[in-house]
Every structure is written in C-alpha cells, then in structure tokens.
C-alpha cells in the first residue's frame, strides 16, 4: 500500500526566502506525483505533475523534482512571496488498474512580509 | 471558468438524515471523483468514475453511495447520516485516471 509522507507539517519562512518542501513516497512503482495547493476553507489547486519518466517540471518560481529510486519529490519556491502562504500537499498515482491518488497531509507554509 | 461545482458549500445535518452532495464538471473529463478531508487523517478517496457508466470504491466508502448520472455529474448520498461522516467533502475531476485532478471548493458537513 502506498504512503506518502511531508516534512515538515509547518514551515515560516521570511519573505524573500529560497524554500524546499519534501515529499516521500513508499512504493516507487508510481505512474505520477502531482503537487496542489490549499487555501484556507478552499478546494485545491493543481501546481506541477511530474510523469514517472521524468526528472523535474517548472513552472514559474516553482520546480518539482522527482526520484523514483529513492522515494523522493521535492518542491522548490524561488523568492516566496506572502502570497505564497498555503498548505502544499504531495499526492503519488500509484500503478495498477486503478491509478488512484494517494495524497500526504501537507506542509503548512507561512511566507511572513 | 467554473471548473468543478460542488453543492451546497454547508450542510448540518442530524444524526440518521439523509443527504445527496452535488456535483458538475463543464471540461469535459472523463473521471470524477469523491474525497473527505479531515485533520489528521488528509485527503481519503471515497469513491470514483472513471469513465460515464462505472463507479467503484476507494479507501473510504462505508455509509456513501454514488450516481454518475452523466458524463458532467457526480453525486454522493450519505443515506443515514452518523457524526464520524462530519468532513469537508471534496469533488474532483480529472481527463483520465493518472492525469491531472481539478477540485471544488468543497462541501462542509457537520452531522450533530
């Protein structure tokens, strides 16, 4: 059974800051690792999906790295912003017939001005 | 852009009603899905479509059922309501299962 697992549950950082925010995963048979964003009281909202095939995705000021071997995503924020502010949660598509997504329990980031 | 619509946004409930959550997707996907969150425990699939016509079971699906009723709606009805199915329901879509999934902004249940 899959596990995905976030360290830390909570991270401040001061505006300005490079930040990393890990995600680890017990079975490497995944088929993807996509990363969401949660607002307070809100759904979440899709950032980046890495296919099992590739290394890394960027899209902004934000790049996901994934290593398949080790169990390993990560998350980078380049020069976050107080708008940054979020819960950011990690969710593996395992392989098999059903290609469900197993999510971790998120890392609550604060970004302070 | 309306995405993932989910109704109502809030619901209390007592124990033992009965209670049928809403759910439209206008981009065409093929696969719907249901998930509760709660502190603690993250994001649990009750149950999912992959495609119009099928429904089958995640990790959660004790006390739920489910109707594709099309190829844009995905319901779940909670048919005697117990205070443990107090959550945040979420609804989510996605083009196929293993490609991108795009939440509602979720029901909030409280079951007293």
């Known amino acids: 059974k899959q596990e995905v697992t976030q360290i830390p549950a909570a991270l401040s950082v001061p505006e300005g800051e490079n930040l990393v925010l890990n995600c680890s995963f017990t079975d490497s048979a995944i088929y993807n690792l996509q990363w969401f964003r949660q607002d307070p009281g809100k759904g979440l909202t899709s950032l980046l999906l890495?296919?099992?095939?590739?290394r890394e995705q960027t899209s902004g000021r934000l790049n996901a790295s994934l290593d398949k071997s080790s169990g390993r995503s990560t998350l980078y924020i380049a020069a976050s912003q107080p708008g940054d502010s979020a819960t950011y949660l990690c969710?593996?598509?395992?392989?098999?017939?059903?290609?469900?997504?197993?999510f971790g329990k998120g890392t609550l980031l604060t970004v302070n001005p | 852009n309306a995405g993932v619509t989910q109704t109502p946004k809030f619901q209390v409930l007592k124990t033992g009603q009965s209670m049928t959550l809403q759910c439209a997707q206008d981009?065409?996907?093929?696969?719907m899905y249901w998930y509760r969150q709660d502190p603690g425990m993250g994001l649990r699939l009750i149950y999912y479509s992959a495609s119009e016509g099928t429904t089958d079971k995640g990790e959660v699906p004790n006390g739920y059922n489910v109707s594709r009723l099309n190829k844009r709606e995905f319901s779940l009805r909670l048919e005697s309501a117990a205070p443990s199915q107090t959550s945040v329901y979420f609804c989510?879509?996605?083009?196929?299962?293993?490609?991108?999934?795009?939440f509602g902004d979720g029901t909030r249940l409280s079951i007293l």
């Open positions: 989510a879509s996605s083009a196929g299962t293993g490609r991108p999934q795009h």
């Open positions: 981009m065409n996907h093929n696969s």
């Open positions: 890495i296919q099992s095939s590739q």
């Open positions: 969710a593996a598509y395992s392989g098999g017939s059903n290609y469900k997504l197993t």
